[in-house]
Structures are given as structure tokens and as C-alpha cells.
């Protein structure tokens, strides 16, 4: 790590990532609060640097940057949220660029990709994530190469190191969508990849109550027009969001450690489950892109995909009797959600009895007694 904290300490003095989740971002003047408080203010007495915060920032957006920077190894800008983050990375393609994006991705980044397209910005071609031969190609013709490993939902994870690696067309911009793995597992930037995103509403904030996104960058040119696109957009971080992600980040790996030692051990016995024909988790032997995913992931995260027997209404019916995990959409909080992800418009092409489960911090045998019975249910 580089990122230095306000008060010049670099992210490895501070020893592991787990000392820096807890320490950085705060500012150790004497007598003020330990921890950056919320910051309500659109403007600033003249005089001193701030002015106006949708220019200048607020305390709470500097401190979850610098949180952010030190755990992806650059410099990063906070964003209302995480599409606002991916829109401004869109927003610094010219008329006539082309696009290179995931087959698999969340469906706002298809969505923005298909706007533009048809607006004649830019040509986009979807690339299958395991398809590591048309991603390289893909380096040398397109302006933006945009990636999300592991991706949502299928969880297929892409050869990063290959990728990073290949030669780009001047100017490119290679992008990793990095919300899935989180920068404890992944590090884009350091693979060589030059914009590494987080949708903090996930895994930072952790607890399902804000909505935030980061992009962290090495170049300055970059980090400079990423701000600017902020600012001209209104793009910008709410105060009280941001001290939420800030306090979110500071349990992160705490809270990962723990849902990805459950997500473990769920996976494996969903493999096994009679009523469950497909699980999909890049930690199974069986994941067609486990190799991948055991040379590149320092853990294999939180999410699972499973297919369960008897279709859609068979899905449904196990979301519908589950008691202790949440049938809600989003992922990466404290407590375990699940969702039928071709209920939602633009993802009819997913496999339709396909749920995907973000497994949170609870017991895990009490996760299990929920999914089981569920799952028998259906089939009784
Ligand atoms: C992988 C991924 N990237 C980006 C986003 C968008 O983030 P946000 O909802 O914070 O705008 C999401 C949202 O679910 C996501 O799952």
C-alpha cells in the first residue's frame, strides 16, 4: 500500500489491512472527535479551502477516500453511488470510442452501455468473462475495457493477470468492477489495471442503509477528470452516507472473514442438496473457474448462485419460505439476502430458477436449518 493518512502515516506503517480499516481516515488534531463526524453543510465560510461541498468535499467524503485509496493502492473519489462512479468513468469516452464490457455485469452498467450505443456514443461488444483470448484482443481496439470478476451473478471469474497484462490502445482505460470481491480480496490496481470500482453501498457500507460508490485510480489525469465529472455532474457523496461507509469500513474484514467462512460451508452443501441441480461459487472445485480464482482471490467472497429444481415458481417458493434470510435484492450487508435475479426486468436471459444468495454473518447452522427446510419444502 501507499496511501499516506492527513497525518503523513503511510498504509503500511500501519502494519496489516486490518489496522488500516480501523485506523485510517481520521483526523488526530487534539480535541477533535476521534471519529470524522457528518458534515451537513452545502457551503463554507469563504477564506479557508472549502467553499461549496459539491466542489470542495466534505470531511466524512476525505475520509472514506482515504480509506479506499489505502486499500486498492491509489488515489480515489467517493460518488453518490457506485453507478454514479461507473457513469463517470462512461462520461470520459469520446464520440466513436468502443467499449469492451462483461456479458455477465449488473444490469445498470449493460444499461448505460445500450444508452449510449443507441445514442451513438460508442459501439460496445459484450465479452464472455472466462474469455481470456477476446479480452486481450479486446485491449488493443477498445477505449474502455470494462470488467467485473467475479461477476454478477454467475460469479465466473477472469484471468486479471492475463488481461492487465496485454498491451492497450493508447488511452484505454481498463476498468475492474472490484464490488464482488472487495479490495481485501482483490486488488486491480496492482495487477495493472487503471480504474479499480467499488459500489460501497455493498461490502463498505455493510449494512444495507446508504448508498455510496468509489473508483480508485494511479493517474493523475484520471483522478483529476474523475473529480471534475463529479462536480459537473452533482454526482457527489452524501455526508451522512459517507461517515456511515467510513463506519461500515472499519469492520470489513471482521465482517468478510466471517460471511465467506459461511458462504463456504453453504456452498458446499448446496452442491449436495437433492433439490438444488446447479451451485455456482468460485471456492468449489467445480466452478469453472476455480483456477482462476484460487491464483487470484485472497478469499472467495460472500455471493453464491444456485439453481434450484422445479424452475421459477419452485424459486420463488423457497424465497417465499425462507424465515432468517431475506428475500430483499442487494448484496454484501450483515445479513444474508436472497433474490430470484430473473424476476428483475432486463435479466430474462439468467437461468430463470437461478437465486442468488449473499451470504451475511449470522450462524451459519442457523443459515443452513433456513435453506434446507426451504429447500425441502419446495420439493414436499
Ligand atoms: C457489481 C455491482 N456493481 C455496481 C453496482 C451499482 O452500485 P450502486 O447500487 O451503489 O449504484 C452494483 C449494484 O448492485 C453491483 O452489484
Known amino acids: 500500500m501507499t496511501s499516506r493518512d492527513r497525518t503523513g502515516h503511510n498504509a503500511s506503517d500501519l502494519g496489516s489491512v486490518e489496522s488500516w480499516l480501523v485506523s485510517a481516515g481520521r483526523d488526530r488534531r487534539p480535541g477533535l472527535p476521534l471519529n470524522v463526524p457528518p458534515c451537513p453543510a452545502s457551503n463554507f465560510v469563504l477564506?479557508?479551502?472549502?467553499?461549496?461541498?459539491?466542489?470542495?468535499?466534505?470531511?466524512?467524503?476525505?475520509?472514506?477516500?482515504?480509506?479506499?485509496?489505502?486499500?486498492?493502492?491509489?488515489?480515489?473519489?467517493?460518488?453518490?453511488?457506485?453507478?454514479?462512479?461507473?457513469?463517470?468513468?462512461?462520461?470520459?469516452?469520446?464520440?466513436?470510442?468502443?467499449?469492451?464490457?462483461?456479458?455477465?455485469?449488473?444490469?445498470?452498467?449493460?444499461?448505460?452501455a445500450k444508452a449510449g450505443q443507441s445514442r451513438g456514443r460508442w459501439t460496445v461488444h459484450r465479452v464472455a468473462v472466462a474469455d481470456t483470448a477476446r479480452w486481450i484482443e479486446m485491449c488493443g481496439?477498445?477505449?474502455?475495457?470494462?470488467?467485473?470478476?467475479?461477476?454478477?451473478?454467475?460469479?465466473?471469474?477472469a484471468d486479471l493477470d492475463a488481461i492487465c497484462a496485454a498491451p492497450r490502445k493508447r488511452g484505454a482505460i481498463l476498468g475492474v468492477d472490484n464490488t464482488f470481491a472487495t479490495p481485501l480480496n482483490q486488488r486491480p490496481l496492482t495487477l495493472g489495471a487503471d480504474v479499480a470500482m467499488q459500489s460501497a453501498t455493498k461490502f463498505i457500507g455493510g449494512h444495507s442503509d446508504l448508498l455510496s460508490g468509489v473508483v480508485t485510480v494511479r493517474d493523475a489525469n484520471l483522478l483529476a477528470a474523475l473529480r471534475q465529472a463529479r462536480e459537473l455532474a452533482g454526482a457527489t457523496p452524501g455526508t451522512l452516507e459517507t461517515f456511515l461507509a467510513v463506519r461500515g469500513a472499519r469492520t470489513l474484514a471482521l465482517r468478510l472473514e466471517r460471511a465467506q467462512c459461511n458462504a463456504m460451508t453453504l456452498a458446499e452443501r448446496l452442491a449436495r442438496h437433492p433439490n438444488v441441480t446447479l451451485t455456482?461459487?468460485?471456492?468449489?472445485?467445480?466452478?469453472?473457474?476455480?483456477?482462476?480464482?484460487?491464483?487470484?482471490?485472497?478469499?472467495?467472497?460472500?455471493?453464491i448462485s444456485f439453481d434450484v429444481r422445479g424452475g421459477a415458481s419452485a424459486a420463488d417458493a423457497v424465497c417465499a419460505g425462507l424465515q432468517l434470510i431475506q428475500h430483499a435484492t442487494s448484496l454484501g450487508a450483515v445479513e444474508s439476502t436472497i433474490e430470484r435475479r430473473a424476476?428483475?426486468?432486463?435479466?430474462?436471459?439468467?437461468?430463470?430458477?437461478?437465486?442468488?444468495?449473499?451470504?451475511?454473518?449470522?450462524?451459519?447452522?442457523?443459515?443452513w436449518t433456513d435453506l434446507d427446510r426451504a429447500l425441502r419444502n419446495v420439493a414436499g
Open 47 to 112: 477564506g479557508e479551502r472549502r467553499a461549496y461541498s459539491r466542489d470542495d468535499g466534505t470531511p466524512s467524503w476525505e475520509a472514506l477516500e482515504e480509506i479506499v485509496s489505502g486499500l486498492e493502492g491509489g488515489s480515489s473519489v467517493s460518488f453518490a453511488s457506485g453507478m454514479a462512479g461507473i457513469a463517470a468513468i462512461f462520461d470520459q469516452l469520446h464520440t466513436g470510442s468502443v467499449v469492451a464490457l462483461s456479458d455477465d455485469c449488473y444490469q445498470a452498467v449493460a444499461g448505460i
Open 141 to 157: 481496439v477498445a477505449d474502455l475495457i470494462w470488467l467485473e470478476s467475479p461477476s454478477n451473478p454467475l460469479l465466473t471469474v
Open 280 to 303: 455456482r461459487y468460485p471456492g468449489l472445485a467445480s466452478h469453472p473457474t476455480h483456477a482462476a480464482a484460487r491464483r487470484q482471490l485472497k478469499g472467495f467472497g460472500t455471493i
Open 343 to 367: 424476476s428483475i426486468p432486463g435479466q430474462e436471459h439468467l437461468p430463470p430458477a437461478l437465486l442468488r444468495l449473499s451470504v451475511g454473518i449470522e450462524a451459519v447452522e442457523d443459515l
